[in-house]
C-alpha cells in the first residue's frame, strides 16, 4: 500500500480518472484525453486548466514508467518526489505534442500497428450503368495478410519477442543536459526499427513481413445515379496492415463513357432531335429518344428552332433518393434538301400569301428556294452552323 504523502497532491491515479490496478494502455489512453482537454491550446487563459493540464502530466509520466509507477504504489508521492513536476514532466516539448495528439514520430510500436496503405482502382460505365446502378467485381493487387503466420511475420511454432533495448514501445529516449535544464529526444529504436518486437525465426512464406502479395477480386455496388469523377471507398479493402494493423482503404474511381445521343447535366439529360419544318409550323408529335426507349413527344404550333421540351422524370436518378431529373429535348427544324414538283408548288404558294412572292431564281434555281426556307425557319441562326 501507498504511503501517506506530506504534500496535497491528488493521487496520481484519481487524477487520470482511472483504477490502481489499471494497464498500461489504459493509462495512455486516459493522459491522452485528458491532455486533450486541458491543454493550455485548448484553454486560453485558464489559469485552473494549465494546472489540472500539469498535474495530469505528472502523474503520466510516473505511472507510463513500470519502475516509477512501481516505487509510487509503494511509497506514495515521497518516492517519485524528484521530478521537477513541471510542464512535460521529464518530456520535451515535441514529444508531448507527439503523446497527445498522435503525430506518429518514432517508433510505431507507442501507437499500435500501423495502418495499411490505400489504393485506388478506375472503373468505367455506360451512362445506361449509371442510370440504373452495377454491381462489379473488380481485380484488385494488394498485400494480405499471411496465411501462415496470420500476421505475426515468425514462424508458426515461434512468436515476436519484445524488444529488450525499447522495451516494446518502439523508441528509445535519451537525456541531455544543458544549461537551460534537462531535456529528452526520442528516436526510432535501432534494433527493431520502430515496431518493438523482434521476429528471430521469420515466417518462410512472407519472410517476417507479415503479409503477402494477392490479387483479389473485390465486389463493388455502384448506386444508381452516380456521376463520372465520383468515388465510392471500401472501407478495409486496401493494403493490409503491417503487424496485423488494421488494412487500408479501397477508393473506386467512376469514370462514365461519353454517350452519342445524350449529354448529361446534373441529373438532367439533354439531346437534340429533328422535326420537320411543316411539324414544327403546324405542331404535331416527334419521336424522341429516352434511356428506356422512344417515345412521343406533342410540339405545339410554331416551333422555333432551338426551342427546348422538357420532359419530367426522364432524366438521371438522384443517388440515395427516390427523385429523377428531367429529360430536356433541343429542336432541331429540318430543312430539306431536295423536293418534288407539289411541294415545291405548295411552298411557293406559302411565300405568296405570306407576302414574299418568290423569284424565278428562287423557285427554279439549286439553292434560292430552300436557302429562302431556312431564312424562314431560322436555319442560319441554329448553334453550331
Sequence with gaps: ???????QKRDFYELLELQ?????????????????????????GDAEAEERFKAINEAYEVLSDPEKRERYDRFGHA??????????????????????????????AAYGPARGDDLRVDAELTLEEAATGVERSISVSRFETCSRCSGSGARPDSAPETCTACRGSGQVRSTQNTFLGAFSTVSTCNRCGGRGRVIRNPCVQCHGAGAEQKRANVKVKIP???????????RGEGEAGPEGGRAGDLYV????????????????????????????????EIEVPTLQGSQKLSV?????????FRVRGLGMPEPNTTRRGDLLVLVRVQTPTKMNERQRKALEEFARASGEEPTVTEAH????????????FGGKDHPGE
Design 224 to 234: 444508381a445515379g452516380i456521376d463520372d469523377g465520383q468515388r465510392l471507398v471500401l
Design 79 to 108: 518516492a517519485v518526489n524528484g521530478g521537477d513536476g513541471g510542464f512535460g514532466a521529464g518530456m520535451g516539448p515535441m514529444d508531448l505534442f507527439d503523446l497527445v495528439f498522435g503525430s506518429g514520430r518514432g517508433g510505431r
Design 300 to 308: 405545339g404550333a410554331g416551333t422555333q428552332p432551338g426551342d427546348m
Design 1 to 7: 500500500m501507498r504511503g501517506q504523502n506530506v504534500t
Design 365 to 376: 434555281g439549286d439553292g434560292g428556294l430552300f436557302e429562302w426556307v431556312r431564312n424562314i
Design 20 to 44: 490502481n490496478g489499471a494497464s498500461a494502455t489504459e493509462i495512455k489512453g486516459a493522459y491522452r484525453r485528458l491532455a486533450r482537454k486541458y491543454h493550455p491550446d485548448v484553454n486560453p
Design 253 to 284: 474511381f467512376v469514370h462514365v463513357k461519353p454517350h452519342r445521343v445524350f449529354q448529361r447535366r446534373g441529373v438532367d439529360l439533354i439531346c437534340e432531335v429533328s422535326c420537320s419544318f411543316s411539324r414544327a409550323a403546324l405542331g404535331g
